[in-house]
């Protein structure tokens, strides 16, 4: 079983920057494309950004390209989110989310889940 923990998140002013980050545990990290989503109360979970097991790809929702950027580490089995020229609308419970295979845009497609945390930005 894959335990996904975010850490991270919090409050921070419209142009200011967070970076969240994802640790995995239970399962071997490198087999998993892993997702950053985020969620607004009465929205469905929309992906933000994903990246494939080994780093080489990665994949941008519109709203976030150029201002977000996914990475991820291996051997110290974390994901992290760099996220720059926050804007209000990026306000949001953010979840990381990891599948084995290729990496997806669909929620449905992710067996693992965080708990989220909370970004909020404010203008």
């Known amino acids: 079983q894959v335990q996904l923990v975010e850490s991270g998140g919090g409050l921070v002013q419209a142009g200011g920057s967070l970076r969240l980050s994802c640790a995995a545990s239970g399962g071997t990290f490198r087999q998993f494309a892993m997702g950053w989503f985020r969620q607004v109360p009465g929205k469905e979970r929309d992906l933000v950004a994903r990246i494939s097991w080994s780093g080489g790809s990665t994949y941008y929702a519109d709203s976030v390209k150029g201002r977000f950027t996914i990475s991820r580490d291996n051997a110290k089995n974390t994901v992290a989110l760099q996220m720059n020229s926050l804007k209000p609308e990026d306000t949001a419970v953010y979840y990381c989310?990891?599948?084995?295979?290729?990496?997806?845009?669909?929620?449905?497609?992710?067996?693992?889940w965080g708990q989220g945390t909370q970004v909020t930005v404010s203008s």
């Open positions: 989310a990891a599948r084995e295979g290729p990496s997806s845009d669909s929620a449905g497609r992710y067996a693992y």
